[in-house]
């Protein structure tokens, strides 16, 4: 009866192991996604601020010559 009871329990942690490594992989390809995007969005600011800038230093020395 013991035994079975182990089995049991063995069968029952093996279970929620599983559920926990399939939950884990979720969470890892969910902050992969989040990162990225968020590196995505970086990546997009600093180039519209490079333009910005490239704009501005253009118009500056258009005034500074007039």
């Known amino acids: 009866e013991r035994i079975r009871q182990l089995e049991e329990e063995k069968a029952l942690l093996e279970a929620a192991i599983s559920d ?3 939950k884990a992989d979720q969470n890892e ?3 992969a996604e989040l990162r990225e995007s968020e590196e995505k969005k970086h990546a997009e600011e600093i180039a519209f601020l490079k333009k910005t800038n490239s704009q501005l230093k253009s118009q500056l020395e258009n005034i500074i010559k007039k």
């Open 29 to 31: 390809r969910r902050n």
């Open 20 to 22: 926990m490594k399939v």
